[in-house]
């Protein structure tokens, strides 16, 4: 089987993760609103991301966090997006 060619943006996109010394974790309340917290690895965001959820209920369903990678000088990148490999949407499980 062949292998897919890897895109060159989540080539870039990996790079930037793997020198990542911080993860930050931002959760969207409302219009300008946010939750945000900040880990020094991936686990501890996944960990925060979990917090964040549970201090931060939403009257309009489940809301997902998002995790981002940030290097020493500054560049971010998009990590994961926690519990989404088991979120149902209608008929499609993402």
């Known amino acids: ?29 409302g219009t300008g609103r946010y939750a945000r917290a900040s880990a020094p690895t991936l686990e501890d ?18 809301r997902l966090p998002l995790i981002y990678g940030v290097t020493a000088q500054g560049t971010g990148a998009w990590a994961e997006v926690p519990g989404l490999n ?6 499609t499980r993402l």
């Open 1 to 29: 089987m062949k292998r897919r060619k890897v895109h060159p943006a989540d080539a870039a996109n990996a790079a930037v993760l793997a020198q990542a010394v911080r993860f930050d974790v931002a959760l969207f309340l």
């Open 45 to 62: 965001a996944r960990i925060e991301a979990m917090r964040l959820v549970a201090e931060n209920p939403s009257p309009f369903g489940k």
């Open 86 to 91: 088991s979120l149902n949407v209608g008929n």
